[in-house]
């Protein structure tokens, strides 16, 4: 299928590993030119070595997506893009018992305002060109709380409620906003996850692993591109009609109905 996107712009947020680099290796396979974003210098080069050799435009923007400075660098590099991935490293977990208002400001700022932020400095450009694609990447968590991760559960609760009422205003105009709910994914994210259940529960992050591996219907965890190819859909021109949706990709993984 011809998902209709070769030559637009995408800005992509952390997206030297995991997640965001699948949504990024996505797209440019199908042509799109990307800007990356990331804070470690290293693995965002050497991911943006690999885009470059799809044959796209790939710049590389090592920078904290949280700031107002990283965000500036970011548009900066890549101004009125085609498609934004929102994105940035989750929340700590703990015990929300100690967590301060600090602690809960950090979590906003990452998983809810930022991607706002970028929203609002993003959307009426594309509203402007009547086409737009904005894709979140939030968590399943959103739809089925996980225990130690509150601040994720509250944060990202928040941005889609948000996104929940503008993505029905903009997609008149051809601009979709929609999230991707990530189950387990075998990336860094997952395995300091484990290290924090483990230290926990008195346990091994082997063994962690290996309880979450067995709870997975699927048998397995998901694979980043997996991932990126979802997201590279709901980039697509064919995926004009789909807004405001919160999508589960969790290889079976969430046991309700709907
Ligand atoms: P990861 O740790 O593999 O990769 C995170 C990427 O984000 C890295 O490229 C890192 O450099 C970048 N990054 C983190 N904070 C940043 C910031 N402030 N500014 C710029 N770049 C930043 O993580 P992942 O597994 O790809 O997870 C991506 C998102 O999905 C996270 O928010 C995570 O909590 C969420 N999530 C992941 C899973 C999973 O199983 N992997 C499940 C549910 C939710």
Avoid at 64 to 90: F, H
Avoid at 207 to 212: C, D, P, Q, S
Wanted: proline share 5%; hydrophobic share 40%; with cysteine.
């Amino acid at each position: 299928m011809d998902l209709g996107i070769k030559g637009k712009k995408a800005l992509v947020c952390a997206a030297s590993k995991g997640l965001g680099r699948a949504c990024a290796v996505s797209l440019a396979r199908e042509g799109v030119n990307v800007t990356i974003i990331a804070r470690g210098k290293e693995a965002l080069d050497e991911t943006a070595r690999e885009i470059g050799k799809l044959g796209v435009d790939v710049k590389a923007i090592a920078a904290d997506v949280t700031t107002p400075d990283g965000r500036a660098a970011a548009l900066a590099a890549c101004p009125d893009p085609d498609i934004l991935v929102n994105n940035a490293g989750g929340p700590p977990p703990g015990d929300f018992r100690n967590w301060s208002r600090d602690d809960w400001i950090k979590a906003l700022d990452a998983n809810m305002l930022t991607p706002i932020e970028l929203i609002k400095a993003t959307v009426d450009t594309m509203i402007a060109r009547k086409f737009g694609r904005i894709v979140n990447i939030t968590s399943g968590a959103v739809k089925s709380p996980i225990d130690e991760l509150g601040l994720s559960n509250g944060a990202r609760s928040g941005l889609t409620g948000f996104v929940a009422g503008l993505s029905r205003k903009t997609v008149r105009h051809n601009v979709t906003i929609n999230n991707l709910l990530p189950g387990a994914f075998d990336t860094d994210r997952l395995k300091s996850n484990f290290a924090f259940t483990a230290k926990a529960r008195g346990s091994t992050p082997e063994a962690m692993r290996e309880a979450r591996l067995a709870a997975q219907p699927a048998g397995r965890f998901g694979y980043p591109e997996e991932f990126g190819e979802l997201c590279t859909f709901l980039c697509g021109v064919h995926a004009g009609f789909i807004t405001g949706q919160n999508f589960l990709i969790d290889g079976g993984a969430y046991p309700g109905t709907f």
